[in-house]
């Protein structure tokens, strides 16, 4: 994937929602080796991300700090029109 706009090999721009999908399944191994994982819920027209934290992420103290300094900001790196991750249960 071109890291300027998305596109794949056959120059074809990806979705909002499949740039999204890409990068939680970057983030997703470390997660997992922690215990947790998170799922995407669903991507709003206005480029807010829905995610659910699962395993021990869902009830970690520092769930809040892995989904706005972890997730959200690797989110917002690669896709800049991003407007915010939420958790949703």
Known sequence: MCDQCGCDQ?????????????????IRPSLQS?????????????NT???RLQGA???????QMTLKMGIERLLREKI???KEVIAVS
């Open 10 to 26: 056959n120059n074809v721009e990806k979705t909002f929602e499949d740039k999204v999908k890409e990068i939680i399944d970057r």
């Open 80 to 82: 800049p029109e991003l």
């Open 57 to 63: 992420c869902s009830g970690c103290p520092g769930a």
């Open 34 to 46: 922690h215990g947790g994982d998170v799922e995407l819920v669903a991507t709003e027209p206005d």
């Open 49 to 51: 991300v829905k995610v």
